[in-house]
């Protein structure tokens, strides 16, 4: 049985047991009244009260004690109804201390599952920490090694190179159509001098030195983060040399995210993830184009 429902028979009992004592008390009132009254008819006999007077006074006592006697006959029928209700309150408390006693341990047991889990949660969170944090390392280790490679190949300058254009967009050919040459053009009405290969590259260039060039002769690097971005070499490469850059003190690299998850991005580079990003999820090209422009604009 629930303790919901002993509690209510609790309730329920009490309230007979307060009933019937209201009913005992009033049957007492009664019994009280009518011993006053054989009192006071006792107390007007005397010795001039006639035969006649006496025998219609005994024959009311007679009847008033009657009444007593029915009296007594309801109240030790009252008695007897509160003695088992007694009896049944004190089983339904008896059963309610054990429910409460089980319910308790109930209680306990699953205290004790919650926090088995969460221990279990914490170490694992602490794994999944320690994960990261070497895979960062290593990422951030190979940078520094590449940042190192790139500049002891780079000749000695006085002078900074010119900057040629505003925004180097890096992004795979898949997302040419949908995404990257409307933003392009979108960039490109704003007064953002691009480096896009349909616009920047002609026929018999280097690929690789006209990359090279373009990140070196550009301000901000936009990637924009597919999972097609993700299988490319060339991509990477862009990326690699724009994270180059960015170990030399300068803050270069502008994410968009392509129809892409947080666990994705995580995945392909920790440190690019924790980067705030533009999300065509959540934004327009013209939106995106807008929100770029203003960080070259400065």
Same mark, same amino acid.
């Given at each position: 049985? +629930?303790?919901? @429902?002993? @509690? +209510? @028979?609790?309730?329920?009992?009490?309230?007979?047991?307060?009933?019937?004592?209201?009913?005992?008390?009033?049957? @007492? #009132?009664k019994e009280v009244a009518l011993y006053s009254k054989i009192n006071q008819i006792q107390r007007s006999i005397n010795k001039s009260t006639t035969i006649s007077t006496i025998n219609s006074k005994r024959s009311e006592i007679e009847r008033y004690q009657r009444e007593i006697a029915s009296i007594s006959e309801k109240r030790s029928q009252i008695a007897k #109804?509160?003695?088992?209700?007694?009896?049944?309150?004190? #089983?339904a408390r008896l059963d309610l201390a054990k429910e409460e006693e089980k319910e308790q341990k109930r209680l306990a047991q699953v205290r004790e599952r919650e926090l088995k889990k969460e221990l279990e949660l914490e170490k694992e969170r602490q794994r999944n920490q320690l994960a990261f944090q070497r895979t960062l390392n290593a990422e951030i280790q190979a940078t520094s090694a590449l940042a190192r490679r790139v500049e002891a190949t780079v000749e000695n300058h006085i002078e900074a190179p010119e900057i040629k254009y505003d925004l180097f967009i890096s992004h795979a050919s898949e997302d040419k159509e949908d995404l990257v040459r409307p933003l392009a053009l979108a960039l490109e009405k704003r007064g953002v001098q691009v480096w896009y290969d349909e616009f920047t590259l002609k026929v018999g260039d280097s690929l690789r030195r006209s990359i090279d060039s373009g990140l070196s002769n550009s301000r901000f690097g936009t990637i924009v983060l597919s999972s097609s971005f993700f299988s490319k070499n060339w991509t990477n490469y862009e990326l690699d040399g724009m994270t180059a850059q960015e170990m030399s003190g300068?803050?270069?690299?502008?994410?968009i995210w392509h129809k892409v998850s947080k666990d994705e991005v995580m995945r392909f580079s920790p440190s690019i993830a924790d980067k705030v990003a533009l999300n065509t999820s959540l934004l327009n090209i013209d939106e995106i184009a807008e929100q770029l422009a203003d960080v070259v604009r400065g």
């Open positions: 049985m +629930s303790i919901s @429902t002993i @509690t +209510s @028979t609790i309730g329920r009992i009490q309230r007979e047991l307060a009933d019937l004592s209201a009913k005992s008390s009033q049957e @007492t #009132k #109804k509160e003695a088992e209700k007694n009896a049944a309150l004190l #089983k300068r803050k270069m690299i502008l994410p």
